[in-house]
Structures are given as structure tokens and as C-alpha cells.
């Protein structure tokens, strides 16, 4: 079975602070992905990285930055974390889809880390 | 841009009862078509998907959906609930001009009463 390990299920942090959130597959994927989930507005995509060091905007970026230094690890950073980042933060991997082979798109999910930023 | 509208927010249903749960998508190209499903304190997990051929898609559970390409929906439908299929449920869209972006609904929260 794939495995998506997310390193904190559950973090508090102040204001200002920086938070690093890690992620780990076990199953060689090419695509890691982070999203926050918001009651209400379903899963939002932060970012997504389709390679190693390679990273592509999501639909709401600001205030974070990522890395993938390695295939397996993709870290999502918040430099200076503030309330409205507290949330369910997810991430995600994925078999690599062209847009002429898609391939099967599937994510597999970690369980998710929750971060309340006081 | 891509969007996907999930119109339930909440089901209540009683156990037995017929389910139909909507998803509609804004994209007029070629798609991928994806629900998901997230039990109460467990993480997300496939559901069903839809990648081409027959538009009716069976997934696991007895979940079912069908691919309306002229109405953009990717409705989700169980003939008779059960009270373990208490939980949230995503539809999510890929486009085949993206390799890589998946963009999802709001979700819906289905309870059923016991």
C-alpha cells in the first residue's frame, strides 16, 4: 500500500513564527501536493511539485513556500505563520500524468496535520 | 478557471434511504472525474473515478456515479445507505491539459440516521 507520512498530526504555534510541516511517500511518486482543508471550502491547493525542486503554484499560495530537496519529501513552509493559516493542512502524492498519457491521477492522502496558530 | 461545485453541503439521510449527490464542473476540455471519500477521523481515500469508455463508473461500497459530459456532472448515487457511510465526500476534477493539478469541491457531510 502507498504510504503518505505526514511528520505532526497536530501543532500550535504564536503569531510569527515559522512552521515547517513534512511530508514523506514511500511509493515513488513523481507529484507531491499540498492542500489545506477549510470547513465549507472543501480541499484548496497551496502547491505542487511534479519533480524534484520543481514547484508550481496552487490556487492559494501566498503566505507559503515549499521544498523538495528529495523525490520522496516535499516540505510546505509557512515563514511567518498567522491565525488564518490555522487549518487542516494534507498532503498528497501521485503517479506522474501527461497531457498525453494521463494516467491515473489517483492522490493518496496523509492523515493530515492540524495547525492552530494562537 | 477550473472550478468544481459540490451544491450539498449537508445530507441527512435515514439508513435505507436513496443517495444522489451532485458535482458539477466548470472545463471543457477532456477530464478526469474523481470522488473521494473521508470517514470520521480517518484520511482521504479513493472512491470511484472516471478516466474514459462506459460513463456509468462503479466504485467500492456500492457507490456508483455517472459522467453527464453535456450537463459537465459527475453525480454520486448509492441505491440504500448504510449508517458506516457517514462521512464527507469530495468530487474532484483533473484536466487533461494538466498534468498534475487536481482541483476539488467544497464536500459534502452525509449523515445517516441509524
Known amino acids: 500500500d502507498v504510504k503518505v507520512t505526514q511528520s505532526s498530526r497536530y501543532l500550535v504555534k504564536r503569531t510569527g513564527e515559522k512552521v515547517f510541516l513534512e511530508c514523506v511517500q514511500d511509493m515513488d511518486h513523481e507529484n507531491m501536493f499540498w492542500y489545506r482543508q477549510d470547513p465549507g471550502l472543501g480541499l484548496r491547493l497551496i502547491y505542487f511539485?511534479?519533480?524534484?525542486?520543481?514547484?508550481e503554484k496552487g490556487d492559494i499560495p501566498e503566505g507559503y513556500s515549499v521544498s523538495r530537496e528529495k523525490k520522496e519529501r516535499f516540505s510546505l513552509i509557512l515563514e511567518s505563520a498567522s491565525t488564518n493559516q490555522t487549518s487542516m493542512y494534507l498532503c498528497a502524492s501521485s503517479l506522474f500524468a501527461s497531457g498525453s498519457s494521463p494516467g491515473t491521477g489517483e492522490l493518496f492522502f496523509g492523515e493530515g496535520s492540524r495547525l492552530t496558530v494562537l | 478557471a477550473q472550478s468544481v461545485s459540490q451544491h450539498n453541503h449537508h445530507v441527512i439521510l435515514s439508513e435505507a434511504a436513496s443517495l444522489e449527490l451532485g458535482c458539477n464542473y466548470s472545463?471543457?476540455?477532456?477530464?478526469?472525474l474523481f470522488w473521494y471519500v473521508q470517514y470520521p477521523g480517518q484520511h482521504l481515500q479513493l472512491l470511484l473515478k472516471?478516466?474514459?469508455?462506459?460513463?456509468l463508473v462503479k466504485g467500492i461500497k456500492g457507490f456508483e456515479a455517472e459522467f453527464i459530459k453535456s450537463k459537465f456532472s459527475f453525480n454520486l448515487r448509492k441505491p440504500s445507505v448504510q449508517w458506516s457511510d457517514t462521512a464527507e465526500y469530495f468530487c474532484?476534477?483533473?484536466?487533461?491539459?494538466?498534468?498534475?493539478?487536481?482541483?476539488f469541491g467544497s464536500g459534502t457531510r452525509l449523515s445517516i440516521r441509524p
Open positions: 472516471y478516466f474514459s469508455g462506459d460513463p
Open positions: 474532484a476534477v483533473k484536466s487533461h491539459s494538466s498534468a498534475s493539478k487536481i482541483i
Open positions: 472545463y471543457g476540455g477532456t477530464v478526469n
Open positions: 511539485s511534479y519533480d524534484v525542486k520543481m514547484k
